[in-house]
């Protein structure tokens, strides 16, 4: 019985090692899946301050919705309404925007570097401070955009009339 006894304390202090070892029991990384809020309807929800890197709203419906300060590389809003939304500040650099709505929706100090925007609406946005480096998306919106762009922003440095080549 002694033996077993032994045996089972020497197997659990050499998993406990190598599992400090490679970092388990410390491990600050977040999971590898991404939430799915496809088709939802997410009028007023509060993701302000959140981290939703890759998650997916895609045909979701997030009118007056806040991502205000929100971490969002990588979503997709594909078709989604964000019409009177409050992204500001929010991170969306490399996000999938095509054929959504920002009617009236607050996009002041946001990050869409590398975002990809083609058929998006952005009637009424608020963009001063916006970073649109390298956004793709149609003439029409740009031009729109270029009226009422103004603005530096406080990550990037960069004017906001320049990163979406209105000069």
């Not at 054929?99 to 002041?108: E, G, K």
């Not at 946001?110 to 970073?131: M, P, Q, W, Y």
């Amino acid at each position: 019985m002694k033996v077993l006894q032994k045996q089972i304390v020497a197997l659990s202090a050499a998993i406990l090692i190598a599992s400090i070892g490679t970092g388990f029991w410390f491990s600050t990384v977040a999971p590898a899946w991404a939430e799915d809020y496809n088709r939802e309807l997410l009028v007023g929800a509060d993701f302000s301050g959140q981290v939703l890197t890759d998650n997916s709203f895609t045909k979701a419906n997030l009118r007056e919705s806040n991502f205000s300060g929100a971490d969002l590389r990588g979503v997709s809003f594909f078709s989604a309404n964000l019409d009177n939304a409050n992204l500001s500040g929010a991170d969306l650099r490399t996000t999938t925007l095509d054929t959504a709505r920002f009617s009236r929706a607050n996009l002041t100090n946001a990050l869409l570097e590398g975002a990809f925007a083609f058929n998006a609406k952005f009637d009424g946005a608020i963009i001063d401070g916006a970073d649109f480096t390298d956004v793709e998306m149609r003439q029409d919106a740009h031009d729109l955009l270029c009226k009422t762009a103004k603005g530096t922003n406080p990550v990037t440095g960069r004017k906001t009339r320049e990163t979406l080549g209105c000069d």
